[in-house]
């Protein structure tokens, strides 16, 4: 297949815009905990998962992106989890045998690995190219 006739997946510039915010967002909050500004790095988790979920969302009728974008979702929760767990000084607190606080931040992290092993194990196999290439 040549570049002409190759299926073509096109973003619409509101649905860019919003994911491109995604990224300011995300890094804000990152930069916010690596300097330990607790106030503006919780602040950036609402918005940060607020629009993940909606790209999400909006992506749902391609299970390629939906996955992605739910593993997007679950990776911010986790990652805003073992923040949290930082900032208010449990992450090193004993919770159940050798896991502590900042290992609550697992669980969201194994969900989106279980969602992207679902979607690579059982859903690609069986998807033709056309349902994997859309326009939004």
Known sequence: MNASTEPQYVIPARYRRMENMHIIFWLLKDIAWCMFWQVLAVAMIIPTLIISIVIAYRTRKIKSELAHNLAISFWISAN??????????????????????????????????????????LQKPGEDEASQVATL
Not at 85 to 97: C, G
Not at 98 to 119: M, Q
């Open 80 to 121: 805003a989890l073992w923040m949290i767990s930082e900032f208010f000084h449990f992450d090193t607190m004993p919770i159940w045998s050798i896991f502590t606080g900042k290992h609550l931040a697992l669980i969201p992290f194994i969900i989106g690995v279980l969602i992207l092993a679902n979607y690579y194990i």
